[in-house]
Nanobody
């Protein structure tokens, strides 16, 4: 079982930036998901921890960047030009068993970190 811990959430104004961190204990693929208030969880980005290969949801392409530091076992999500619709609880996931954007395909989840973007 892979353990994950997110950090870095907070409150920012539209147009601002935040960097989320996910410290993990393993996993070939690690992903970021988000769950807006009253809505389902959706995939944001994923990365293959052995070589990189980032993949993004269309809604965040050009604004968010997923990266990793193998020496720290940490995956980052740099979020720029934030919008109010980016407001959500952001979760880190590991243990991929299917399509990366499918919530059910991930075996391990962190507790989440809240991101709030005001207009």
């Amino acid at each position: 079982q892979v353990r994950l811990m997110e950090s870095g959430g907070g409150s920012v104004q539209a147009g601002g930036s935040l960097r989320l961190s996910c410290v993990h204990t393993g996993g070939n693929w690690v992903a970021w998901f988000r769950q807006p208030p009253g809505k389902g969880r959706e995939g944001v980005a994923t990365i293959f921890t052995r070589r990189g290969n980032p993949v993004y949801a269309d809604s965040v392409k050009g604004r968010f960047t997923i990266s990793q530091d193998s020496s720290r076992a940490t995956v980052y999500l740099q979020m720029n030009n934030l919008r109010p619709e980016d407001t959500a609880m952001y979760y880190c996931a590991a243990g991929l068993k299917g399509s990366w954007s499918d919530v059910a395909a991930w075996e391990n989840w962190g507790q989440g970190t809240q991101v709030t973007v005001s207009s």
